[in-house]
């Protein structure tokens, strides 16, 4: 039970970046500004796609901080695939149980240094914290019926670092829980 409530501890870090939000006030408002995402130019890249990827982007942010765990599964494709959640179902249980905690309404994403980089039809989005190291990277792939959805998540070992997040914030999660 303890490995599961650490996974989830380390996906709302990685999602939220809420902790390191949380220790400075002022700086919330300078993480809410205007979208702005870089690009890695390919081949096959179009300005439609990277137009599409931002409004995924966006609508993701809205619905989070709406708690509209609908809303967030909607952007989500049904092969969404993670250690922590698999398909649309898998999305719905994560996505209400951070919600449940109130994680959802304090989300505070610094996007704008995200990048996008794409491929025909797949993608990779990374976001990156206030030292520039990649903070939550998401898989997107074009669906011709709905267009661009996230499709999966590299493994946590590859995204966040435990001792990092540890160290500012304890295990008191996990040492609460069981």
């Known amino acids: 039970m303890n490995e599961k409530i650490l996974a989830i501890v380390v996906i709302l870090a990685a999602f939220l970046g809420v902790f390191a939000l949380m220790s400075n006030p002022d700086s919330v408002d300078s993480m809410q500004s205007e979208l702005s995402v870089s690009t890695v130019r390919?081949?096959?890249?179009?300005?439609e796609?990277?137009?599409?990827?931002?409004?995924?982007?966006?609508?993701?942010?809205?619905?989070?901080?709406?708690?509209?765990?609908?809303?967030?599964?909607?952007?989500?494709?049904?092969?969404?695939?993670?250690?922590?959640?698999?398909?649309k179902?898998?999305?719905?249980?994560?996505?209400?149980?951070?919600?449940?905690?109130?994680?959802?309404?304090?989300l505070k994403i610094d996007i704008d240094t995200a990048k996008i980089e794409i491929d025909g039809d797949e993608g990779a989005l990374t976001v990156f914290d206030q030292d520039g190291d990649p903070?939550?990277?998401f898989f997107v792939k074009k669906y011709h019926d709905s267009g661009w959805l996230i499709s999966g998540a590299p493994p946590e070992d590859t995204t966040v670092d435990y001792d990092v997040y540890l160290e500012p914030h304890g295990d008191e999660c996990v040492q609460h829980a069981g």
């Open 49 to 87: 796609d990277v137009a599409a990827i931002r409004t995924l982007l966006t609508q993701f942010r809205t619905a989070a901080h709406a708690g509209d765990v609908d809303g967030i599964v909607t952007l989500f494709s049904d092969e969404f695939e993670t250690e922590d959640a698999s398909g």
């Open 89 to 106: 179902d898998g999305v719905r249980e994560l996505w209400t149980m951070i919600v449940d905690w109130g994680f959802g309404a304090k």
């Open 135 to 137: 903070e939550l990277k």
């Open 42 to 47: 390919s081949e096959t890249e179009s300005p």
